[in-house]
């Protein structure tokens, strides 16, 4: 079966400090990623998909990027956080129309 | 206007009573319809895809009105664990991207 990790689960970050969050897929091969952010009180906003190694489309022009650097990893990443980045990020993938989540990064930045 | 749209809540409703809430979506081209629940603190999870006869699965019947450019769940006999945040989800018509209504937050109450 398939089965997607996320790490960390929480995270507290002073502004203007890097960021790296992990998404590693097992059980599957070439899926479709996703990285999406939700804040507080609204709905999950599309950062990122990824279709295979090395393809990046960004939804959301910010201070964010994203990485495929192997088939099942996708990276998320900053060079330097703003208070508006805190959030619950969530990495999926797809399977026909629906989609997979791991567990969630909480971000916290302060 | 939104592209999806769904009243917060919170909908406080006694345990064993039946619920209903709607979600409406602005997009006439919007091809196909879920509802995934998503606990506190925690990833969603698919509840159930819509289809436009409508379907049921045991307590949970969801709707598609295309006329009216809304969706429905409706619970019934509810029970405790049925308390979580309840986010419609429509289909673009370009073929990857998800849209998310912000959630309809639901507490069953003994």
């Known amino acids: 079966s398939q089965t997607i990790h996320q790490w960390p689960a929480t995270l507290v970050q002073p502004v203007g400090s890097p960021l790296s969050l992990e998404c590693t897929v097992e059980?599957?091969?070439?899926?479709?990623l996703y990285w999406y952010r939700q804040a507080a009180g609204r709905g999950l906003q599309l950062l990122f998909y990824?279709?295979?190694?090395?393809?990046i489309s960004s939804e959301v022009p910010q201070n964010l990027s994203a990485s495929r650097p192997q088939d099942r990893q996708f990276i998320l990443s900053s060079k330097k956080l703003l208070l508006s980045d805190s959030g619950f990020y969530l990495c999926?993938?797809?399977?026909?129309?629906?989609?997979?989540f791991g567990p969630g990064t909480r971000l916290l930045v302060l | 206007r939104k592209e999806v749209e769904q009243d917060p809540g919170p909908f406080n409703v006694p345990e064993g009573a039946t619920v209903a809430f709607n979600c409406t979506y602005s997009?006439?081209?919007?091809?196909?319809f879920f509802w995934y629940r998503q606990d506190c603190r925690k990833e969603p999870k698919l509840l159930m895809s819509v289809y436009s006869s409508g379907n049921e699965d045991g307590r949970f019947t969801a709707q598609l009105n295309r006329a009216s450019q809304y969706i429905s769940l409706l619970i019934r006999d509810s029970k405790l664990s049925d308390s979580a945040t309840y986010l419609c989800v429509v289909k673009s018509d370009s073929n990857y991207q998800l849209i998310w209504g912000a959630g309809t937050k639901l507490i069953i109450k003994p």
């Open positions: 999926a993938w797809k399977l026909a129309e629906t989609q997979y």
């Open positions: 997009n006439s081209a919007s091809q196909s």
């Open positions: 990824s279709v295979g190694i090395g393809q």
């Open positions: 059980g599957t091969s070439n899926p479709n």
